[in-house]
């Protein structure tokens, strides 16, 4: 008799959001997204995600969970880095205070690298060998995949494009440097430097004429250095639309020497907001 699949949780853990799903027989069968109680910080988030694995599990309990984080998380350990946004979870277990409880495997990796996976297995990016998954939100973020693995480097800390600085004279990052590609770029840049929301924002050829050119030049460097195949763009500010992609492409052929013709194929995230989710099942997935 062949045995009946298990259920896959996953989960997405963002500075501002947290999301959960259930994957059945390699298909989103549920999904809700709550705001993060960011006073709360890690002891509040672990004992949610308590109560909601109790809440969510059906009749049998899922076979595992995938677990995407937004900070870096050292993946050899399975424990988290820091959380830039989000007090408390320096150094934190993370996997194993779930498996505790919720009595099932758990496995964790960066939320932009597990993006890069679930929109290299199921999104835009299938179907290619190399990708670069950019997340274009509240921060920027990257996960690298290359011949079909995530690249991680040696200590967890692959795919860090947000703080490549582009402007040594440029405003204080989060990370302490100046000018990074995440204090020009990011939803939490832009909305402080203008008080206008990043959404409105991009609908605006005239703010988009000043900021393209250094979304495409923070691009560019990651083109330069991995050449993929493809990139995918994720997070909120890539619902901009078309529009934003057909100038960003053609800014980024007007950067890039002829005499190093790297590609320039970008598209955007085609999971929306669950790409997250979908790399968490894949991690996980039998
Ligand atoms: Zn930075």
Same mark, same amino acid.
């Given at each position: 008799?062949?045995?009946?699949?298990?259920?896959?949780?996953?989960?997405?853990?963002?500075?501002?959001?947290?999301?959960?799903?259930?994957?059945?027989?390699?298909?989103?069968?549920?999904?809700?997204?709550?705001?993060?109680?960011?006073?709360?910080?890690?002891?509040?988030?672990?004992?949610?995600?308590?109560?909601?694995?109790?809440?969510?599990?059906?009749?049998?309990?899922?076979?595992?969970?995938?677990?995407?984080?937004?900070?870096?998380?050292?993946?050899?350990?399975?424990?988290?880095?820091?959380?830039?946004?989000? &007090?408390?979870?320096?150094?934190?277990?993370?996997?194993?205070?779930?498996?505790?409880?919720?009595?099932?495997?758990?496995?964790?990796?960066?939320?932009?690298?597990?993006?890069?996976?679930?929109?290299?297995?199921?999104?835009?990016?299938?179907?290619?060998?190399?990708?670069?998954?950019?997340?274009?939100?509240?921060?920027?973020?990257?996960?690298?995949?290359?011949?079909?693995?995530?690249?991680?480097?040696?200590?967890?800390?692959?795919?860090?494009?947000?703080?490549?600085?582009?402007?040594?004279?440029?405003?204080?990052?989060?990370?302490?440097?100046?000018?990074?590609?995440?204090?020009?770029?990011? &939803?939490?840049?832009?909305?402080?430097?203008?008080?206008?929301?990043?959404?409105?924002?991009?609908?605006?050829?005239?703010?988009?004429?000043?900021?393209?050119?250094?979304?495409?030049?923070?691009?560019?460097?990651?083109?330069?250095?991995?050449?993929?195949?493809?990139?995918?763009?994720?997070?909120?500010?890539?619902?901009?639309?078309?529009?934003?992609?057909?100038?960003?492409?053609?800014?980024?052929?007007?950067?890039?020497?002829?005499?190093?013709?790297?590609?320039?194929?970008?598209?955007?995230?085609?999971?929306?907001?669950?790409?997250?989710?979908?790399?968490?099942?894949?991690?996980?997935?039998?």
């Amino acid at each position: 008799m062949l045995r009946k699949p298990k259920d896959i949780l996953a989960i997405d853990i963002g500075g501002a959001k947290h999301s959960l799903a259930l994957f059945h027989d390699g298909r989103l069968t549920r999904r809700e997204t709550w705001p993060t109680d960011v006073e709360g910080g890690r002891p509040w988030m672990v004992d949610r995600l308590r109560t909601l694995g109790r809440e969510w599990r059906q009749a049998e309990p899922p076979a595992a969970c995938g677990i995407g984080f937004g900070g870096p998380v050292d993946f050899a350990a399975q424990r988290v880095g820091c959380s830039m946004h989000v &007090g408390g979870w320096e150094d934190f277990p993370l996997s194993a205070a779930l498996e505790e409880a919720l009595g099932i495997p758990c496995r964790m990796d960066n939320d932009a690298n597990l993006g890069a996976l679930g929109e290299y297995t199921a999104g835009a990016g299938r179907g290619c060998r190399s990708l670069l998954y950019m997340t274009l939100s509240t921060g920027i973020g990257a996960g690298i995949l290359m011949d079909g693995r995530i690249l991680r480097g040696a200590d967890s800390l692959a795919g860090e494009l947000g703080h490549i600085s582009l402007d040594p004279e440029g405003p204080v990052c989060s990370c302490g440097s100046r000018g990074c590609f995440e204090a020009l770029c990011s &939803g939490r840049a832009i909305e402080q430097r203008t008080g206008r929301p990043p959404a409105e924002l991009l609908q605006d050829p005239a703010f988009r004429a000043g900021y393209i050119p250094t979304l495409a030049r923070g691009l560019r460097a990651a083109l330069l250095l991995l050449n993929p195949q493809r990139v995918v763009i994720g997070g909120g500010l890539s619902k901009a639309g078309e529009t934003l992609f057909a100038e960003l492409r053609a800014e980024l052929c007007r950067q890039i020497p002829g005499s190093l013709p790297v590609r320039v194929d970008i598209q955007p995230a085609a999971l929306g907001d669950d790409s997250v989710l979908w790399g968490a099942f894949a991690l996980v997935a039998p």
